[in-house]
């Protein structure tokens, strides 16, 4: 056992990657081609629906300013998305001049839920952005239920859920307009920075992919592969440069087929913790349901029935035993730039307030291993003085 200090997260790459990666490198193909292709396949396949449209780009962020792009918010709409969430969930809606309204969320999952949705719906609602918080899964088929009723586009914000089942169903395959995904460092799998928008719809697949280099009408690869002249093509809109190179796609190939292991450690590890806690008084993440399955990208643990100490002193207590924790999330509503801007105050949000102030998140990630799960519950044992 080591007792150097264990970060709160740390990626996971194999010589499978770095070779990959070496290869592209080699290759003299170093941006989008081949491989963002290949990944792209196998990432369709991985979510096991034939009809469904991957598109590799450069971060989750991106895929989602492409994806409400492409089903045409613009300014004047209003795109409803929770509050407890990262910056980038809103951020994309004022790319497009829209303006976002925020909901709170459940107690329980942390999950913006369908009562919120409902009530946050004017006449100017176009969109909703779900959030499956550290890897639960929204309620999608009441949220996908009302957004049909009211004729309001839904695109998932996945970040965490991947893979995520719900009601037997991966997320990325349910029915909504578009789903993204990120592999940013930290993710469930990464590609250091990147993410990949996924649609049934063929309007939304071929805009994304239009967009994402440009506004041109096809993408680079295909370019040099088709019987048009190599130099030939046609821009058709102003464009964004959101495609994914191929030495990040190298590590996604390899990242992808080791998904199904991570899988099943970061479940051993979310098992292993609720069993140490189990006769504490710690607030525990909601377990899914027996068709569902949680991805535990975060392990959100609540201190709110421990009193002698605050969230803040927690964490930095956890720090000096060695183990790195943080904080998931400071909610939209008291950031600066959204809080002035669309006047939000705590009171509007009593949920996200009170789950914010007392949550932390403590280390899960398949490199860990569980002599180090050992030693994070120990110290969250000794922090909490609990015998
Ligand atoms: C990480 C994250 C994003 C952004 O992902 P990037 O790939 O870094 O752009 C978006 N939404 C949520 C909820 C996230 O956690």
Known sequence: MSYSFLPYAL????DAEINEVVSSLKSGWITTGPKAKKFELAFSS????????????????????????????????????PTYTFTATAEIVRYLGATPVFVDVDFESYNM????????????????????????????????AIAKEFNIK???????????YYKGRLIGTLDS??????????????????????????DIAKRCKVMRLHGISKDAFDRYSSTKPAWSYEVVAPGYKYNMPDISAAIGIHQLKRLPEFKVKREQLAKYYFEAFKDMHIGLAKLPQEDSSHAWHIFPIQLSNYKGITRDQFISRMSELGVGCSVHFIPLHLHPYWRDTFNLSPEMFPVAQHLFENEVSIPLYTRMSLEDAERVVKAVKQVLSYD
């Open 113 to 144: 839920t369908a009562s919120s949705f409902r009530a946050a719906i004017t006449p100017k609602t176009k969109a909703v952005v779900p959030v499956h918080f550290a890897g639960l899964a929204c309620d999608m088929d009441s949220i996908l």
């Open 154 to 164: 839904v695109i998932e914000d996945a970040a965490h859920a991947l893979p995520t």
């Open 46 to 81: 991985f979510l096991g629906r034939e009809d469904i449209e991957s598109i590799a780009v450069n971060s989750a962020t991106s895929g989602l300013h492409l994806a409400l792009e492409a089903v045409g918010v613009q300014p004047g709409d209003e795109v409803i998305v």
């Open 177 to 202: 307009d578009a789903t993204v995904f990120s592999f940013y460092a930290n993710k469930t799998m990464t590609t250091g920075e990147g993410g990949m928008v996924v649609t049934t719809n063929l």
């Open 11 to 14: 990626p996971e790459i194999g």
